[in-house]
């Protein structure tokens, strides 16, 4: 288009009307191409970590490969962790998103995977210090003639000499069906770490948003699991900086971002009262929106329920008791009514699945 415009005035001819409107659609289009050149996005869902962000920062600003942009989903915070931001030398190379109330943790981590255009994002936690080669190790599992759809490594929890968190083979599904490969990372799959790392934009868009419900992170990565093979790098590249007094209380403050009790997060998020059934239920309605075949969903469906059931049988098993025991009491409000109906159905589901009748 450009090129005929340009023979155009080249020749001494008024160029043609027809060639010239179009070329600021092309102009826009080039300023596109020039915005999506770069490789990776990497975003950062953040909520007062002006502890930590800036460390977070400048391992990004090491980086062995930098053809990336950062996005930062700020979640209304309340302390320094925006002026940390705005003053750090990489802040060029930052689009900075505010929220104008804090949407709880689910919400923002669902508006950081859907930021950006490029072939690669990169999900960083705002506690997550990267080491230098973390992309460039990362990326190089991503080669041309593979068909991953997400990349992982092991890591440090606080001390970069303490032991590592994940075996060498916890996650790696290359040759495995789409099936088996989603069957492994539900046997596997145990906390938060191996949901933060590097996917490819295409599986991404065939994903289910971010699922309110206990065990979100177990769910995506088995979703991607459905849509691509999952490699672990075999070397830890980065460390997690874990409040010191990190308890299971801290950690239901920390997955809300809200100043809530425990007692107030159960009554707030219906899903607090019963978290496993909640689980099994998320990777069931992930299953029936998966872009599978009938037949494949059919498989996984009996085999989420049998694995997911046989790993937390006893935590299911008190969650089916406390029920039996509210049943007659239901919980108050629109949220908690709906939320207990949904369980009640799912309940009677699994019951005779675990063959609990008689206990």
């Known amino acids: 288009m450009l090129g005929g415009i340009a023979l155009a005035f080249v020749g001494g001819k008024k160029p043609n009307s027809l060639l010239v409107r179009p070329s600021i659609r092309v102009?826009?289009?080039?300023?596109?191409?020039?915005?999506?050149?770069?490789?990776?996005?990497?975003?950062?869902?953040?909520?007062?970590?002006?502890?930590?962000?800036?460390?977070?920062?400048?391992?990004?600003?090491?980086?062995?490969?930098?053809?990336?942009?950062?996005?930062?989903?700020?979640?209304?915070?309340?302390?320094?962790?925006?002026?940390?931001?705005?003053?750090?030398?990489?802040?060029?190379?930052?689009?900075?998103?505010?929220?104008?109330?804090?949407?709880?943790?689910?919400?923002?981590?669902?508006?950081?995977?859907?930021?950006?255009?490029r072939k690669y994002t990169a999900l960083c936690s705002s506690n997550d210090v990267l080491y230098p080669r973390y992309?460039?190790?990362?990326?190089?599992?991503h080669n041309e003639k593979s068909s991953l759809s997400y990349a992982l490594c092991d890591f440090y929890i606080n001390d970069r000499f303490s032991k590592s968190a994940l075996s060498s083979d916890y996650f790696d599904t290359q040759g495995l069906s789409s099936v088996d490969s989603c069957n492994m990372v539900m046997k596997k799959f145990?906390?938060?770490?191996?949901?933060?790392?590097?996917?490819?934009?295409?599986?991404i868009t065939?994903?289910?948003?971010?699922?309110?419900?206990?065990?979100?992170?177990?769910?995506?990565?088995?979703?991607?699991?459905?849509?691509?093979?999952?490699?672990?790098?075999?070397?830890?590249?980065?460390?997690?900086?874990?409040?010191?007094?990190?308890?299971?209380?801290?950690?239901?403050?920390?997955?809300?971002?809200q100043q809530l009790t425990p007692d107030d997060v159960r009554v707030k998020f219906g899903w607090h009262f019963f978290p496993y059934v909640s689980m099994l239920r998320s990777h069931h309605n992930m299953l029936r929106r998966a872009f599978v075949s009938n037949s494949e969903k059919e498989q996984l469906l009996k085999s989420s329920v049998l694995?997911?059931?046989?790993?937390?049988?006893?935590?299911?098993?008190?969650?089916?008791?406390?029920?039996?025991?509210?049943?007659?009491?239901?919980?108050?409000?629109?949220?908690?009514?709906?939320?207990?109906?949904?369980?009640?159905?799912?309940?009677s589901f699994i019951k005779g699945f675990l063959s609990l009748e008689k206990r």
């Open 135 to 141: 992309l460039e190790s990362l990326l190089s599992l």
């Open 206 to 257: 065939k994903m289910s948003p971010f699922s309110f419900n206990r065990g979100a992170d177990h769910v995506y990565v088995a979703e991607a699991a459905l849509y691509g093979e999952i490699r672990q790098y075999p070397k830890s590249l980065f460390k997690r900086n874990y409040p010191q007094n990190r308890t299971i209380d801290t950690f239901s403050l920390m997955e809300n971002d």
């Open 307 to 347: 694995i997911l059931t046989q790993r937390y049988q006893r935590q299911i098993t008190q969650e089916l008791v406390r029920f039996i025991k509210l049943k007659d009491t239901p919980p108050k409000g629109l949220l908690e009514r709906q939320y207990f109906c949904e369980v009640e159905a799912y309940m």
């Open 190 to 203: 145990t906390y938060s770490a191996p949901f933060w790392g590097l996917y490819k934009k295409d599986a």
């Open 27 to 117: 102009y826009k289009t080039f300023l596109l191409a020039l915005m999506v050149f770069k490789l990776i996005d990497i975003t950062i869902p953040c909520y007062n970590s002006d502890g930590t962000i800036t460390e977070v920062l400048d391992s990004l600003y090491a980086q062995t490969f930098d053809d990336f942009h950062i996005y930062i989903i700020n979640n209304a915070s309340t302390d320094k962790t925006l002026i940390k931001i705005k003053s750090h030398p990489i802040f060029n190379k930052i689009t900075l998103l505010e929220n104008d109330r804090n949407i709880g943790f689910v919400r923002n981590v669902r508006k950081a995977l859907s930021c950006g255009v």
